[in-house]
């Protein structure tokens, strides 16, 4: 007989993969549209899949013309030559690259600061802290830009790889929640055997925190690879673009070119998923070892 325990799992299941379909959907219809031909994305009632004819048939529009819809990689082949995607490839991956290096080295120190070290007041500049990131970054984006205006950086990468090298409170916030769960007898045995707070920091700490840096540098990969504004804001140079800008110069003034945007979305989504799909265990057990202690 079947259990309440057996039918409670099989309920969960059946709904995580309905909800499922309301994330796979835009990803799914993002490709199909991609390896549509223009004249199938041009016709008044959008197709998910390609027609008929796309296994051999043949079908007759009202002017009686033949048409033929196949998969197609035409959008693919034009939207990797008409503008520098590999250029801006290698831009985006430098970007990404700074930022995930300066994220995990500046919010790991302070979050050793509020999760190790012992001192008068932490927890309330800690709290302080965390307040900051309810503040909305459209508050600040004119005064920010104004001081990196002034300071001649515009234009260049710093104003996107600077700050991740001054901490950002929500990866402190992580990191910190992973510290406390580090036994203490070994950080005091390193002590008492003369080890300074930053080689307790770099040898013992931080090995420990595999997990939660593979999910903090995962989310700072994402947040810097999928970024928009700020290069729209400190960027001019066309050769400094990255992809998320370089999506942008597929629109004209006359309309944009849908086909070969989503071929080339497609293509940027393509490293975030395998990226997930090597360090999904490892980000899983991240995001379950950083909320057990606070």
Not at 57 to 63: C, G, N, S
Not at 126 to 143: D, N, R, S
Not at 184 to 212: F, K, N, T, Y
Not at 235 to 256: F, I, V
């Amino acid at each position: 007989m079947t259990g309440p325990g057996t039918l409670r799992r099989l309920g969960a299941h059946a709904t995580l993969v309905v909800l499922s379909f309301a994330f796979v959907m835009p990803f799914a219809w993002l490709v199909t549209t991609s390896l549509q031909s223009g004249s199938e994305q041009a016709r008044a009632t959008p197709a998910f899949l390609p027609g008929p004819a796309a296994l051999g048939q043949k079908v007759e529009d009202a002017t009686g013309m033949h048409l033929v819809y196949q998969p197609t990689l035409e959008h693919y082949e034009k939207g990797l030559t008409r503008v520098p995607i590999l250029m801006f490839f290698r831009n985006t991956l430098l970007v990404c690259t700074l930022t995930v290096l300066g994220t995990c080295l500046s919010s790991s120190l302070v979050a050793y600061g509020f999760g190790v070290l012992r001192w008068r007041g932490r927890n309330a500049i800690f709290f302080l802290m965390l307040a900051t990131m309810m503040l909305p970054g459209q508050v600040t984006m004119i005064p920010v830009f104004t001081i990196w205006r002034r300071l001649g950086l515009v234009d260049t990468y710093a104003p996107l790889v600077i700050p991740a090298f001054l901490g950002t409170p929500f990866y402190v916030f992580l990191f910190r929640q992973f510290f406390l769960t580090v036994p203490r007898e070994l950080i005091e045995a390193a002590r008492v055997d003369g080890a300074s707070e930053l080689r307790i920091w770099s040898r013992l700490v931080m090995p420990l925190s595999l997990p939660v840096i593979a999910t903090v540098a995962l989310f700072s990969f994402l947040g810097a690879w999928n970024d928009f504004l700020g290069p729209l804001i400190y960027l001019a140079d066309e050769s400094k673009y990255t992809l998320s800008l370089g999506l942008a110069m597929y629109r004209t003034q006359y309309g944009s070119e849908y086909g070969q945007m989503m071929a080339v979305a497609t293509l940027m989504v393509v490293p975030i998923l395998v990226l997930f799909f090597f360090t999904q265990k490892t980000f899983i057990q991240g995001i379950k070892t950083t909320g057990l202690k606070g």
